[in-house]
């Protein structure tokens, strides 16, 4: 048997491949030696597949679109079963409920309301019916901010 038949035939453009990648892997542990402690690895193409997958599913238009195609399929779906006008009407309420449970406020983070505040704290600069009385009563210059 001749050296030849033992090695496999590689096609010219995936042995410059590993040739590239063989010069990289190099220049990293030449640079990796001058700059300290070892850097992780680039991904494969396999973590590069991972990758793209969830960064579309963690990016944050994937879920309003992911609710919006499923609502004009049910809508297609109960107008072709002429229950459209009802689907709609109902997915109003839905679509409010859906929006206001969205977003939840910081640890510190005041509501607007104070009814929704602990300790009903109010926000700076809110106009209260004490703060009006008082101005009724001794005029604008006495009101000052109460703790």
Known sequence: MSDSS???EVPPHL????EYKRKQELRKKKKSALSGPPQEPPPTSS???SSTLDNFINHPLTTPLLKLALWVFLLLFFAHHEFGSVFFLVSIPVFVWQSMEEYKRG??????YS???KNLEKLDGTFTSEQWERELKYG???VRKQD
């Open 6 to 8: 033992d090695q496999e």
């Open 15 to 18: 042995a410059r491949y590993r």
């Open 47 to 49: 973590d590069n597949t």
């Open 107 to 112: 640890p510190r983070e005041l509501s607007a």
């Open 115 to 117: 009814v929704f505040n």
């Open 140 to 142: 604008a210059a006495a």
